[in-house]
Nanobody, 129 residues
Framework: QVQLQESGPGLVKPSQMFSLTCTVSGGSITTGYYAWSWVRQPPGEALEWMGSISYDGTTYYSPRLKSRTSISRDTSKNQFSLQLNSVTPEDTATYYC?????????????????????YGPGTRVTVSS
């Protein structure tokens, strides 16, 4: 059974950056034809895909967030991470890491995975001064 656990700061000031880390157990992030993704859900809104890193290290990003987002991984720790820059209060959300299918690319744009198989419990990040 694959398990994911997010960790990171709970409160961030506007214009700053934050990083979240997802620790994976029960499976390797480098095996299987899967992608490891970050999704978020602002209060009262739908889930939003932010980006993914596939088993082979290829990264995919939501066009809307691409300029502010970076996803990386540490294979020795079986972890992958999200960095979000220049945050505003609109980035307040519960952030989830997930395993799912691999995104597709249409021209210059990456498209969210079709499905997710496992999610972490989520971590709330509040952007406020």
């Amino acid at each position: 059974q694959v398990q994911l656990q997010e960790s990171g700061p709970g409160l961030v000031k506007p214009s700053q950056m934050f990083s979240l880390t997802c620790t994976v157990s029960g499976g390797s992030i480098t095996t299987g034809y899967y992608a490891w993704s970050w999704v978020r859900q602002p209060p009262g809104e739908a889930l939003e895909w932010m980006g993914s890193i596939s088993y082979d290290g290829t990264t995919y990003y939501s066009p809307r967030l691409k300029s502010r987002t970076s996803i990386s991984r540490d294979t020795s720790k079986n972890q992958f991470s999200l960095q979000l820059n220049s945050v505003t209060p609109e980035d307040t959300a519960t952030y989830y890491c997930a395993r799912g299918s691999i995104p597709t690319t249409w021209g210059d744009y990456d498209v969210a995975p079709e499905e997710y198989h496992y999610y972490g419990p989520g971590t709330r990040v509040t952007v406020s001064s």
